[in-house]
T-cell receptor
Framework: AQSVTQLDSQVPVFEEAPVELRCNYSSSVSVYLFWYVQYPNQGLQLLLKYLSGSTLVKGINGFEAEFNKSQTSFHLRKPSVHISDTAEYFCAVAQGPNAGGTSYGKLTFGQGTILTVHP | DSGVTQTPKHLITATGQRVTLRCSPRSGDLSVYWYQQSLDQGLQFLIQYYNGEERAKGNILERFSAQQFPDLHSELNLSSLELGDSALYFC????????????FGPGTRLTVT
Protein backbone atom coordinates (compact mmCIF):
# COMPACT_ATOMS: atom_id res chain seq x y z
CA ALA A 1 0.00 0.00 0.00
CA GLN A 2 1.11 3.55 -0.66
CA SER A 3 0.70 6.69 1.38
CA VAL A 4 1.39 10.37 0.71
CA THR A 5 2.25 13.11 3.16
CA GLN A 6 2.06 16.75 2.20
CA LEU A 7 4.10 18.46 4.84
CA ASP A 8 2.37 21.85 4.80
CA SER A 9 -1.38 22.31 4.94
CA GLN A 10 -1.10 26.00 4.07
CA VAL A 11 1.62 28.02 2.34
CA PRO A 12 1.28 31.80 2.12
CA VAL A 13 3.63 33.59 -0.25
CA PHE A 14 3.97 36.97 -1.90
CA GLU A 15 3.54 37.45 -5.62
CA GLU A 16 6.73 36.87 -7.69
CA ALA A 17 8.37 34.96 -4.83
CA PRO A 18 9.52 31.34 -5.30
CA VAL A 19 7.53 28.54 -3.70
CA GLU A 20 8.08 24.90 -2.82
CA LEU A 21 5.26 22.55 -1.84
CA ARG A 22 6.59 19.45 -0.16
CA CYS A 23 5.43 15.90 -0.76
CA ASN A 24 6.77 12.65 0.66
CA TYR A 25 5.46 9.21 -0.21
CA SER A 26 5.76 5.74 1.22
CA SER A 27 5.71 2.62 -0.94
CA SER A 28 7.37 -0.78 -1.01
CA VAL A 29 7.14 -0.95 -4.79
CA SER A 30 7.89 1.35 -7.70
CA VAL A 31 5.58 4.31 -8.09
CA TYR A 32 4.23 6.88 -10.46
CA LEU A 33 3.86 10.39 -9.03
CA PHE A 34 1.53 13.25 -9.87
CA TRP A 35 0.70 16.79 -8.84
CA TYR A 36 -2.84 18.09 -9.35
CA VAL A 37 -4.26 21.56 -8.74
CA GLN A 38 -7.81 22.33 -7.67
CA TYR A 39 -9.22 25.82 -8.06
CA PRO A 40 -12.28 26.74 -5.97
CA ASN A 41 -15.42 24.88 -7.05
CA GLN A 42 -13.61 23.05 -9.82
CA GLY A 43 -12.26 19.60 -10.54
CA LEU A 44 -8.63 18.56 -10.41
CA GLN A 45 -6.24 19.55 -13.18
CA LEU A 46 -3.02 17.67 -13.80
CA LEU A 47 0.06 19.87 -13.32
CA LEU A 48 2.76 17.31 -13.98
CA LYS A 49 3.63 13.65 -13.71
CA TYR A 50 6.61 11.38 -13.16
CA LEU A 51 6.27 7.99 -14.83
CA SER A 52 9.90 7.20 -15.68
CA GLY A 53 13.03 8.78 -17.09
CA SER A 54 14.37 12.16 -16.03
CA THR A 55 13.77 12.86 -12.38
CA LEU A 56 13.17 16.56 -13.06
CA VAL A 57 9.72 16.97 -14.47
CA LYS A 58 8.31 20.13 -15.99
CA GLY A 59 4.62 20.82 -16.03
CA ILE A 60 2.11 23.46 -16.96
CA ASN A 61 2.03 27.05 -15.68
CA GLY A 62 5.78 27.10 -14.97
CA PHE A 63 5.73 24.41 -12.29
CA GLU A 64 8.34 21.67 -11.96
CA ALA A 65 9.00 18.82 -9.56
CA GLU A 66 11.92 16.55 -8.77
CA PHE A 67 11.58 12.86 -8.01
CA ASN A 68 14.03 11.85 -5.30
CA LYS A 69 13.88 8.10 -4.80
CA SER A 70 16.32 7.97 -1.89
CA GLN A 71 14.35 10.56 0.05
CA THR A 72 10.97 9.34 -1.27
CA SER A 73 10.03 12.89 -2.13
CA PHE A 74 8.40 14.69 -5.03
CA HIS A 75 8.45 18.39 -4.15
CA LEU A 76 6.72 20.92 -6.39
CA ARG A 77 8.44 24.21 -7.19
CA LYS A 78 7.80 27.42 -9.05
CA PRO A 79 10.42 30.18 -9.29
CA SER A 80 7.94 33.06 -9.37
CA VAL A 81 4.27 32.75 -8.41
CA HIS A 82 1.28 34.76 -9.58
CA ILE A 83 -1.96 35.66 -7.86
CA SER A 84 -3.66 33.19 -10.20
CA ASP A 85 -1.68 30.31 -8.67
CA THR A 86 -3.79 30.58 -5.52
CA ALA A 87 -5.41 27.15 -5.25
CA GLU A 88 -5.16 23.81 -3.46
CA TYR A 89 -2.44 21.45 -4.64
CA PHE A 90 -2.52 17.68 -4.29
CA CYS A 91 0.32 15.23 -4.56
CA ALA A 92 -0.71 11.71 -5.60
CA VAL A 93 0.96 8.34 -6.03
CA ALA A 94 0.02 5.27 -8.05
CA GLN A 95 1.63 1.87 -7.92
CA GLY A 96 4.13 1.25 -10.68
CA PRO A 97 4.19 -1.86 -12.86
CA ASN A 98 4.51 -5.25 -11.23
CA ALA A 99 6.85 -8.01 -12.39
CA GLY A 100 4.39 -8.89 -15.11
CA GLY A 101 4.27 -5.32 -16.37
CA THR A 102 0.74 -4.61 -15.14
CA SER A 103 0.15 -1.10 -13.90
CA TYR A 104 -2.47 0.06 -11.47
CA GLY A 105 -4.32 3.32 -11.80
CA LYS A 106 -5.65 3.88 -8.31
CA LEU A 107 -4.38 7.24 -7.03
CA THR A 108 -3.59 7.79 -3.37
CA PHE A 109 -3.70 11.49 -2.56
CA GLY A 110 -2.08 13.62 0.09
CA GLN A 111 -4.21 15.89 2.25
CA GLY A 112 -3.56 18.91 0.04
CA THR A 113 -1.65 22.18 0.43
CA ILE A 114 -3.49 25.46 0.10
CA LEU A 115 -1.24 27.96 -1.66
CA THR A 116 -2.24 31.56 -1.14
CA VAL A 117 -0.43 34.19 -3.16
CA HIS A 118 -0.61 37.71 -1.73
CA PRO A 119 -0.07 40.89 -3.77
CA ASP B 1 -12.17 21.46 -19.97
CA SER B 2 -10.89 17.95 -19.30
CA GLY B 3 -13.36 16.26 -21.62
CA VAL B 4 -14.88 14.30 -18.73
CA THR B 5 -18.51 15.16 -18.00
CA GLN B 6 -20.45 14.49 -14.84
CA THR B 7 -24.13 14.93 -14.09
CA PRO B 8 -25.76 16.27 -12.09
CA LYS B 9 -23.56 19.08 -10.81
CA HIS B 10 -25.45 19.33 -7.51
CA LEU B 11 -27.72 16.88 -5.75
CA ILE B 12 -29.63 17.45 -2.52
CA THR B 13 -31.46 14.52 -1.03
CA ALA B 14 -32.65 13.12 2.27
CA THR B 15 -31.22 10.39 4.46
CA GLY B 16 -32.25 6.90 3.44
CA GLN B 17 -32.64 7.82 -0.22
CA ARG B 18 -30.82 6.46 -3.27
CA VAL B 19 -29.10 8.50 -5.98
CA THR B 20 -27.24 7.83 -9.22
CA LEU B 21 -24.27 9.85 -10.40
CA ARG B 22 -23.30 9.69 -14.03
CA CYS B 23 -19.93 10.08 -15.74
CA SER B 24 -18.90 10.19 -19.38
CA PRO B 25 -15.18 9.66 -19.93
CA ARG B 26 -12.99 11.43 -22.47
CA SER B 27 -13.38 10.12 -25.97
CA GLY B 28 -11.26 6.98 -26.35
CA ASP B 29 -10.56 6.47 -22.65
CA LEU B 30 -11.29 2.96 -21.39
CA SER B 31 -10.74 3.45 -17.65
CA VAL B 32 -13.15 5.25 -15.36
CA TYR B 33 -12.33 6.00 -11.73
CA TRP B 34 -14.56 7.29 -8.95
CA TYR B 35 -13.22 9.34 -6.04
CA GLN B 36 -14.86 10.92 -3.01
CA GLN B 37 -13.67 14.22 -1.58
CA SER B 38 -14.77 15.22 1.91
CA LEU B 39 -13.39 17.60 4.51
CA ASP B 40 -12.58 14.87 7.03
CA GLN B 41 -11.38 12.10 4.70
CA GLY B 42 -9.81 14.11 1.90
CA LEU B 43 -9.68 12.57 -1.59
CA GLN B 44 -10.29 8.83 -1.52
CA PHE B 45 -10.36 6.30 -4.32
CA LEU B 46 -13.61 4.35 -4.53
CA ILE B 47 -13.52 2.11 -7.58
CA GLN B 48 -12.10 1.67 -11.09
CA TYR B 49 -13.62 0.14 -14.18
CA TYR B 50 -11.66 -0.74 -17.30
CA ASN B 51 -13.51 -1.49 -20.53
CA GLY B 52 -16.62 -2.57 -18.68
CA GLU B 53 -14.98 -4.69 -15.99
CA GLU B 54 -14.23 -3.82 -12.39
CA ARG B 55 -10.47 -3.36 -12.12
CA ALA B 56 -9.79 -2.15 -8.59
CA LYS B 57 -11.73 -1.40 -5.45
CA GLY B 58 -10.88 1.06 -2.72
CA ASN B 59 -12.71 2.31 0.34
CA ILE B 60 -16.15 1.89 -1.17
CA LEU B 61 -19.03 1.19 1.18
CA GLU B 62 -21.28 -1.80 0.56
CA ARG B 63 -24.17 0.68 0.13
CA PHE B 64 -22.35 2.05 -2.92
CA SER B 65 -22.06 0.32 -6.27
CA ALA B 66 -20.91 1.24 -9.73
CA GLN B 67 -20.90 -0.05 -13.26
CA GLN B 68 -19.48 0.81 -16.65
CA PHE B 69 -21.70 0.39 -19.67
CA PRO B 70 -20.79 -0.75 -23.22
CA ASP B 71 -20.59 2.87 -24.36
CA LEU B 72 -18.02 3.32 -21.53
CA HIS B 73 -20.03 5.79 -19.47
CA SER B 74 -20.22 4.93 -15.80
CA GLU B 75 -22.74 5.31 -13.01
CA LEU B 76 -22.14 5.39 -9.27
CA ASN B 77 -25.15 4.34 -7.21
CA LEU B 78 -25.36 5.44 -3.58
CA SER B 79 -28.13 3.96 -1.45
CA SER B 80 -29.43 4.23 2.12
CA LEU B 81 -27.78 7.61 2.21
CA GLU B 82 -26.42 8.97 5.48
CA LEU B 83 -25.41 12.49 6.46
CA GLY B 84 -21.78 11.42 6.28
CA ASP B 85 -22.11 10.62 2.58
CA SER B 86 -22.29 14.34 1.82
CA ALA B 87 -19.22 15.02 -0.30
CA LEU B 88 -17.91 15.90 -3.72
CA TYR B 89 -17.78 12.87 -6.00
CA PHE B 90 -15.32 12.98 -8.86
CA CYS B 91 -15.06 10.82 -11.88
CA UNK B 92 -11.77 10.55 -13.76
CA UNK B 93 -10.80 8.74 -16.94
CA UNK B 94 -7.61 7.50 -18.54
CA UNK B 95 -6.66 5.57 -21.62
CA UNK B 96 -5.13 2.50 -19.99
CA UNK B 97 -5.58 0.29 -16.94
CA UNK B 98 -2.91 2.25 -15.12
CA UNK B 99 0.40 4.01 -15.52
CA UNK B 100 -1.04 7.06 -17.23
CA UNK B 101 -2.54 10.34 -16.17
CA UNK B 102 -6.15 10.63 -15.13
CA UNK B 103 -8.39 13.46 -16.28
CA PHE B 104 -10.97 14.59 -13.77
CA GLY B 105 -14.50 15.76 -14.29
CA PRO B 106 -15.98 18.80 -12.52
CA GLY B 107 -17.57 16.65 -9.82
CA THR B 108 -21.03 16.13 -8.35
CA ARG B 109 -21.67 17.79 -5.02
CA LEU B 110 -23.96 15.59 -2.96
CA THR B 111 -25.71 17.02 0.08
CA VAL B 112 -27.65 14.64 2.30
CA THR B 113 -30.06 16.35 4.70
Amino acid sequence: AQSVTQLDSQVPVFEEAPVELRCNYSSSVSVYLFWYVQYPNQGLQLLLKYLSGSTLVKGINGFEAEFNKSQTSFHLRKPSVHISDTAEYFCAVAQGPNAGGTSYGKLTFGQGTILTVHP
Amino acid sequence: DSGVTQTPKHLITATGQRVTLRCSPRSGDLSVYWYQQSLDQGLQFLIQYYNGEERAKGNILERFSAQQFPDLHSELNLSSLELGDSALYFCASSGRQGGDEQYFGPGTRLTVT
